[in-house]
């Protein structure tokens, strides 16, 4: 008797430590990833309506001489095309003087021209150089917050610190939902519409991607 006792306060003891357990990782999981599903939620609303929600792209260009002294820097070769940074001294001028941001971007280089495209979340941009003149075109373009958010939440032109961003996000998401999932079934007993919700949730999307999306 005194063994069978012992061996369910076991089970208790070990039930217990396995929920307080998953109660944690639950509430860390959703504390990371809380303001992300919002962003992500808010932003496949407006990325499902984006022909509703249009914005007004902002477009500037600028023009400028690149300085003589720098022009050593560029000039035509024969060399065939590559894709390689600006001379730091020509992107430091660049940036300095046409309010172009990333200038040490690889740029394409080709025999006349050197051309850097500087796309990024929400807008555009682009900065070509006259490897003989020296003459410099910019074009910048917004499209406003709606494209910036709608491209983080694509990760497009967001750089690797994004893309990690996004990567942790994941598994935070992952291990909210399974820790959830295990946290249903322990109370299913006591809430007996816990599974025909989980099971449409299931079963709606599938109908729906079924009948109702054609390939």
Same mark, same amino acid.
């Given at each position: 008797?005194? *063994?069978?006792?012992?061996? &369910? ?11 307080? $357990?998953?109660?944690? =990782? /639950? ?8 303001? *992300?599903?919002?962003? +992500? #939620? ?6 499902? /309506? ?7 792209? $902002?477009?500037?260009?600028?023009? *400028? $001489? ?6 050593? #820097?560029?000039?035509?070769?024969? #060399?065939?095309? &590559? ?23 690889? #740029? ?14 929400? *807008?555009?941009?682009?900065? &070509? ?35 990690? +961003?996004?990567?942790? +996000? ?24 816990? =599974? ?15 009948? +109702?999306? /054609?390939?």
């Amino acid at each position: 008797m005194h *063994g069978t006792t012992t061996t &369910a306060r076991a089970k208790r003891s070990r039930k217990a430590f396995w929920l307080k $357990q998953l109660h944690t =990782w /639950h509430w860390i999981s959703s504390a990371i990833s809380l303001v *992300g599903l919002l962003l +992500f #939620a808010v932003t496949g609303f407006t990325l499902n /309506h984006a022909a509703d929600i249009e914005g007004s792209p $902002q477009t500037v260009e600028r023009t *400028g $001489q690149l300085p003589a002294p720098l022009l050593a #820097a560029i000039r035509p070769d024969d #060399a065939p095309d &590559a894709k390689k940074p600006l001379p730091p001294e020509v992107a430091d001028w660049v940036e300095g003087n046409l309010d172009v941001p990333r200038a040490r971007a690889d #740029a394409e280089w080709s025999a006349d021209e050197i051309y850097l495209a500087l796309p990024r979340p929400g *807008g555009d941009g682009w900065v &070509a150089i006259d490897r003989a003149s020296g003459a410099i075109t910019t074009e910048s373009t917004s499209r406003g917050w709606i494209a910036w958010l709608n491209d983080l939440h694509k990760g497009r032109n967001s750089g690797i610190v994004w893309k990690w +961003f996004i990567d942790i +996000f994941v598994l935070a998401c992952i291990v909210f939902s399974l820790t959830g999932l295990v946290l249903l079934q322990m109370h299913a007993k006591n809430r007996p519409s816990t =599974w025909p919700l989980v099971g449409a949730g299931l079963v709606i999307p599938a109908i729906l991607a079924i009948f +109702f999306i /054609h390939i």
